[in-house]
């Protein structure tokens, strides 16, 4: 698994370190917008690529508890 990323209001994608099947990230404003896809090789050099996705980073509403 190789990930690829491209942050919002940049020109091209990068390699991500990400090499695992899942991407994790901590959402934060910085990480609105970000684009990413994996490209899948297998042990036989037979790659595959995924759809590109992009994260959207909503804000979470706060609960107010009072007693």
Do not use: F
Request: with cysteine.
């Amino acid at each position: 698994y190789q990930w690829y990323i491209k942050n919002d209001g940049a020109s091209k994608y990068s390699k991500s370190s990400v090499t695992s099947a899942t991407y994790s990230v901590k959402m934060a404003d910085k990480a609105h917008g970000r684009r990413l896809y994996c490209v899948i090789t297998d042990a036989h050099g037979n790659k595959v690529t995924t759809e590109t996705v992009t994260l959207i980073c909503t804000e979470v509403p706060q609960a107010i508890i009072a007693d």
